[in-house]
């Protein structure tokens, strides 16, 4: 079993940047897909990238492309989320995830950590 934690969420304006980890614990994440998702309020939780194990493959929602970028450095079993030019509806929960493949799918997803809050204020 795989545990997952994720940091770096918090406040920022309009346009700023922010860089999210999420750090796995209790297995090896390397020879897994890993995948990172958002919940706004009220909204359902919505797919935003998600890399293979190698990180020769990435995938992205069409809301985020061009703007962010996953990453992975498996020596430290950790994940990123490179967030630049924030805007306010890029404002939710973010979570991590490990799956078998670069799903843009929940169900495809079998570990989650608990989420960071990013809120983005124009």
């Known amino acids: 079993q795989v545990q997952l934690v994720e940091s770096g969420g918090g406040s920022v304006q309009a346009g700023g940047s922010l860089r999210l980890s999420c750090a796995a614990s209790?297995?090896?994440?390397?020879?897994?897909?890993m995948g990172w998702f958002r919940q706004a309020p009220g909204k359902e939780r919505e797919f935003v990238a998600a890399i293979n194990w190698s990180g020769g493959l990435t995938k992205y929602g069409d809301s985020v492309k061009g703007r962010f970028t996953i990453s992975r450095d498996n020596a430290k079993n950790t994940v990123f989320l490179q967030m630049n030019s924030l805007q306010p509806e890029d404002s939710a929960v973010y979570y991590c995830?490990?799956?078998?493949?670069?799903?843009?799918?929940?169900?495809?997803?079998?570990?989650w950590g608990q989420g960071t809050q990013v809120t983005v204020s124009s």
């Open positions: 209790g297995r090896t994440i390397r020879n897994y897909a």
């Open positions: 995830a490990s799956g078998g493949s670069t799903s843009v799918a929940l169900s495809d997803y079998g570990y």
